[in-house]
């Protein structure tokens, strides 16, 4: 961990293109573990986890597989652009009955691989969101120190479920998002996974942006989605005003 963030400061220094901070917040509880496609064989057993009953299966591709996949894709998105690879930088977080950094922020040069996911247990979504806040406060610092100029960060927050870790960490989360949105400090991509995700609740997180659901499991849609929108912006100036492909949500998500 000491030598990541010593390469991640070196690398301010000896590369002074203008950073965009892109956090993806994941959901990575249990519930995660669902079969979403492939052959599967019921064994008859079932197990009760993040407030529900599962039925428990053998074989078959998992929604935590596929949101795998989407995060790879985007990697690999970002590291074959001759822009962006040098001003992105990717900070991965997951919450489930813990929260955890998988990777600070860094381009693709310092932390080429992403990182791997496991699930398991229930959805502490507002640990996880001022995990990311506070990781963010931390890396605009730097950059101020560097003398190194940053585009409006990113927080891409996905999760399946109902959060069910501390309330007032949730609504401390909630406080701390919106505020910023407010003051054109940050932009949020509420991002809800399947039919159990609480829109209600993204939908606090995010003031200036509905709430988004994926269509079914679209995670490398989203992804490829979110590298192009990484690309567009990394081709402007900071502070310049970008319009999004609105018409690219509608391939992998809806309200």
Not at 165 to 172: F, I, N, S
């Amino acid at each position: 961990m000491e030598k990541n963030q010593l390469m991640r400061m070196e690398d301010l220094l000896d590369n002074p293109t203008p950073r965009i901070p892109i956090c993806l917040c994941l959901d990575t509880s249990s519930s995660m573990l669902r079969v979403v496609g492939g052959k599967t064989v019921n064994t008859g057993k079932t197990v009760f986890q993040d407030g529900q009953n599962w039925n428990i299966v053998e074989g078959g591709i998992t929604a935590l597989q596929e949101l795998q996949d989407g995060v790879n894709h985007f990697y690999n998105a970002i590291s074959e652009d001759e822009v962006a690879r040098f001003g992105a930088e990717i900070c991965v977080v997951t919450f489930d009955s813990g929260v955890r950094t998988l990777a600070d922020y860094a381009t693709i040069d310092v932390q080429p691989e992403p990182p791997d996911l496991d699930a398991d247990g229930m959805t502490q979504l507002g640990e996880g969101v001022n995990l990311a806040l506070d990781l963010l406060d931390e890396r605009k610092n730097e950059y101020k120190d560097a003398g190194v100029d940053y585009y409006q960060p990113w927080l891409v927050l996905m999760t399946d479920g109902e959060p069910n870790g501390d309330d007032y960490e949730l609504q401390r989360a909630i406080k701390r998002a919106t505020d910023l949105v407010n003051q054109r400090k940050l932009t949020v991509f509420p991002i809800g996974i399947g039919t159990e995700a609480d829109m209600n609740v993204l939908a606090k997180f995010s003031p200036a942006r509905p709430p988004l659901r994926l269509k079914g499991t679209n995670f490398k849609e989203f992804f490829e989605w979110l590298s192009q929108s990484v690309s567009t912006v990394s081709q402007s100036m900071p502070g310049d005003k970008i319009q999004l492909n609105v018409e690219g949500i509608k391939a992998w998500g809806e309200i």
